[in-house]
């Protein structure tokens, strides 16, 4: 995946920018922000949220919206809900199954990311999308922090696909409808996504390693959950 580095914009003209590519008719090319690299995808979900026009929006408008940035945004978009720190039950596989279908779609090697009507269709309030917005963000902000190009075998189209399957994996953990085992599959995914789009192979290593440990938790919690369901069993017979 190769980044252009175009040329530094000011302020005003960059914003303008922004607030455009996420209008429901958005130019084809990505915005570029003021230090002349791509506009840090916190920045695109808050003007996002703050700007849409309409009450309701969909999964469809919103991939819509980011035009052609990619397979890591749309791995970022489905990975935030489930940043929250609290759980809304029933809110993991409505993101979860999208990230599964985005991740299979990367391992699969495919040139562009698409989801299946039913999926595109699936709109939530902008109210909701603000909130969610806001209180994933600050995690954004601070992987953002350490974000920027290390290029390396870690960041070729194989690579891609590697992440990729391992984030399908990391998917269908962040479907389990329990407490705890959305969040930090969820994370690891979306530091593996900002390191797709900055060519980051150290940002790659980090959410490789972040999910091992989310999938450590995941199954920890499950077994802990079905040993207490067999002891529960055996004392009743």
């Not at 506009?39 to 695109?44: A, D, G, H, R």
């Not at 299979?104 to 309030?125: H, I, N, V």
């Amino acid at each position: 995946m190769e980044l252009s580095e175009p040329k530094p914009l000011p302020v005003a003209e960059s914003r303008a920018s922004v607030l455009g590519s996420l209008s429901p008719h958005p130019p084809g090319k990505p915005p570029v922000g003021g230090n002349g690299r791509h506009v840090p995808v916190s920045v695109l979900m808050t003007e996002l949220a703050a700007a849409w026009p309409k009450p309701r929006i969909t999964l469809g408008e919103m991939i819509h919206a980011f035009g052609a940035r990619g397979y890591g945004i749309l791995m970022i978009l489905f990975a935030l809900p489930n940043l929250l720190p609290i759980y809304i039950p029933g809110w993991s596989p409505i993101f979860g199954i999208p990230l599964a279908i985005v991740c299979l779609q990367l391992a699969l090697g495919l040139p562009e990311p698409k989801l299946p009507r039913f999926l595109t269709d699936r709109s939530m309030r902008r109210e909701d999308l603000a909130m969610i917005v806001e209180k994933s963000s600050p995690w954004i902000r601070r992987i953002e922090r350490y974000i920027r190009p290390r290029p390396s075998v870690l960041t070729g189209w194989k690579a891609d696909r590697i992440v990729g399957a391992y984030g399908v994996f990391l998917a269908c953990l962040v479907i389990v409808p329990l407490p705890f085992t959305n969040g930090p599959p969820s994370l690891a995914v979306a530091i593996m996504a900002m390191g797709l789009l900055e060519e980051d192979s150290r940002a790659i290593v980090v959410g490789a390693l972040v999910g091992l440990l989310a999938s450590a938790l995941t199954f920890a919690i499950i077994g802990g959950l079905f040993w207490m369901v067999v002891q529960a069993i055996g004392f009743v017979l």
